[in-house]
């Protein structure tokens, strides 16, 4: 299953994530990969709204709230694993980084893009690259089991998203 949602937001909340995320205040902390495979990587800001089977952000029910009203209605998992927020900057470089799967567990991924971006996310299923580009308030939702992998922008100055790993 890899499904695309445009603007899966109402578009207050759209504008109010991206204000939020893309704002001076918010707090990312420094990653140096994207994933826990360190093979063609590149650094990234991330902050944990959910993570280990606890709230880690006073940001988490608020922008939980505004998702969970899309998840009951398109998710068949509803129970948030992780949820957390990636930024990427753009540094030139023309490749995908590291391919991985979130959880070796079933689950469901859903990534929503924050803002217009190019830095494609790339799903890998069964020999064939599909890949998405960022738009504001899409929403993609795929099966976990899936490979995939971010890329950074080229031309844009970064790339934002909200990713959730969702469970039965």
Known sequence: MIKL????LPKEDQDYLEDILLGLDFP???RDNTSYDHQQDTCQ?????Y???KNNSKYFEEFYGK????IEKNSPYKNVLRMKTNLLLNNKANWFNSVH???SKEHINLIYYVNNSDGDTFI???GKIKNIRPKKGRILL????????????IESKYRSIINFNLVP
Do not use: I, M, T
């Open 101 to 103: 799967v979130d959880y």
């Open 67 to 70: 998702f969970k009203p899309f």
């Open 28 to 30: 990312y902390y420094f």
């Open 124 to 126: 890998f299923d069964d």
């Open 5 to 8: 949602f445009d603007d899966a």
């Open 142 to 153: 795929f099966d976990g089991k899936y490979e995939h992998a971010s890329s950074n922008p």
């Open 45 to 49: 800001f991330q902050h944990n709204f």
């Open 51 to 53: 993570y280990s089977e």
